[in-house]
């Protein structure tokens, strides 16, 4: 999966960059080119003719070359990687890269890169420990870029405790696991439908529910980080992608959304169905506000709306595949497999509403997925949305 991506390594001054040499050599050994940047105090710590002599290229350092004025473009380099992998990542550097301290070439090309990012820290333990290294991480985290945990083990001061860099080993399984998802979905258009739908009653009221589309969206991302081409149709809901390639089309009503979905299907190689569609809709939406009238009840007439996921089913070719959402209350996976049946479905993804802090509008989620072909039942227990989102989309 590492053959021919360009890989800029990041080397900061912490004694775990005698480590880099090997990491250097997993990587080129699989067929990547690796291009080293390092921070002037990891010279202290390993040579860069070491470095550029595995990589066979010069290592960068300093914005310019002292003798020639050469400019090392940090944008070109950005620009030119697939993965960015700070290893190791001291605590400085975290905290410089958390907060745009761009003082350095390492710092500048980190803030310029548009590849994933992975940072594998190694510190001595009390440093790893601080509230200021779990804050900064943090915010490298919110940044989108991949932490490869630092494991528990003796470190260089003799002190036993969490701080060591991950082996190289592992942080090349950990490129290559991600390299392998991200291309698991390449050249597919997959279709997610997200959100609530409001149905009018007047210019002002609707009926609606308590989605919030965060399920969806983070399905849309995780297909996209899978390499699809995605489009979300989506009611009224106040999330947007974090990808940017994700298109969005934005609905109101279950029957706006029933004629987007019409249309895109028949191009899907995938659709999910996420979003939580009113069943009824007012048989008339009101174009005046209506008035409180002077009687104490008031009667409105609802009619049943199309059902978006059973109309797909049935005009659903062999090459295409059609993911429905279940959320029962009673005889849940009995109900589930149900819906599936009945609507034409490949794969149902069941919201264990049994599970604290899992359904509607929350950040976490735990579901069970069952699939019409047969295939054993997959658990996902509780974790972010984007997490289970990643599960699901590995499923497909
Ligand atoms: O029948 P039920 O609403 O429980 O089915 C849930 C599944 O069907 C979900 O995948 C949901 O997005 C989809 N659905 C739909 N159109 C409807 C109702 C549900 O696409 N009108």
Known sequence: MLNGKHIILGITGGIAAYKSALLVRLLIKRGAEVQVVMTPSAKEFITPVTLSALTGKPVVSEF??????????????????DAMV????????????????ADNMLVTTYLS???????????????MAHPSTTRNLELLRSYGNHIIE???????????GRGRMEEPENIVRVLEDFFTVSSRLAGKKVMITAGPTYERIDPVRFIGNFSTGKMGYALADAAARAG???????????????????????VESARQMA???????????????????????????YDRKLKRESSESM?????????????????????????????????????????MESKNLDMIVLNSLAVP???????????????????????????SKADVARNIISLL
């Open 357 to 383: 802090g899992a359904g509607f509008a929350t950040d976490t989620n735990a579901v069970s997925v069952f699939f019409a072909d047969g295939r054993p039942t997959a658990d996902i227990p509780l974790m």
């Open 86 to 101: 700070i290893a190791p990542a001291t605590a400085c550097t975290i905290g410089k890269m958390a907060n745009g301290v």
């Open 113 to 127: 890169a548009k590849a994933p990012v992975f940072v594998a820290p190694a510190m001595d333990l009390d440093m």
């Open 150 to 160: 630092p494991a528990a083990g003796e470190l260089a001061s003799h002190l036993v």
């Open 259 to 285: 004629d987007s979905c019409t249309e895109i299907f028949p191009q899907a190689d995938i659709a999910i169905m996420c979003a939580a569609v009113a069943d009824y809709a007012p048989a008339v939406a």
């Open 299 to 339: 009667t409105l007439e609802l009619h049943r709306n199309p059902d978006i996921a059973a109309m797909l089913g049935k005009i659903k070719r062999d090459d295409q595949m059609l993911v429905g959402f279940a959320l029962e209350t009673d005889s849940e996976e009995f109900n589930a497999r149900r819906k």
């Open 228 to 250: 699809a081409d995605v489009t979300v149709v989506s009611g009224p809901v106040s999330v947007r992608p974090e990808e940017s390639s994700v298109k969005v089309v934005a």
């Open 64 to 81: 310019f070359t002292a003798n020639t004025g050469e400019w090392h473009s940090h944008v070109d380099l950005g620009l030119w990687a």
